[in-house]
Nanobody
Framework: EVQLQASGGGLVQAGGSLRLSCAAS????????IGWFRRAPGKELEGVSC????????TYADSVKGRFTISSDNAKNTVYLQMNSLKPEDTAVYYC????????????????WGKGTQVTVSS
């Protein structure tokens, strides 16, 4: 059974930083890609970032490019999302997700989803 556990959310002031973690069990990063998604209050799910198992390459939504960094620690089976220069509009529940067959896409279509972690950025 694949389980994804996101953690690291919290309350931070605008301009601050947080690092989210996504710990996987039943799934290794050789099996497929990992992505981070978020849902802000009253808004649709938004793709934030993907990291691709084939070559470790990454992709980001334009809204976070240059501020967020996705990385993986294969030994710990954990993917991180380092979030810097946070803005109030980054406030959302953040989810990590995995895809076993196919590639990560910021539009969704992932196979497995974890429970989210709340990120709140105050102005």
């Amino acid at each position: 059974e694949v389980q994804l556990q996101a953690s690291g959310g919290g309350l931070v002031q605008a301009g601050g930083s947080l690092r989210l973690s996504c710990a996987a069990s039943g799934f290794t990063f050789d099996d497929g890609d990992i992505g981070w998604f978020r849902r802000a209050p009253g808004k649709e799910l938004e793709g934030v970032s993907c990291i691709f198992s084939s070559d470790g390459s990454t992709t980001y939504a334009d809204s976070v490019k240059g501020r967020f960094t996705i990385s993986s620690d294969n030994a710990k089976n954990t993917v991180y999302l380092q979030m810097n220069s946070l803005k109030p509009e980054d406030t959302a529940v953040y989810y990590c997700a995995a895809i076993e067959f196919g590639s990560c896409s910021l539009v969704g279509g992932m196979d497995y989803w974890g429970k989210g972690t709340q990120v709140t950025v105050s102005s």
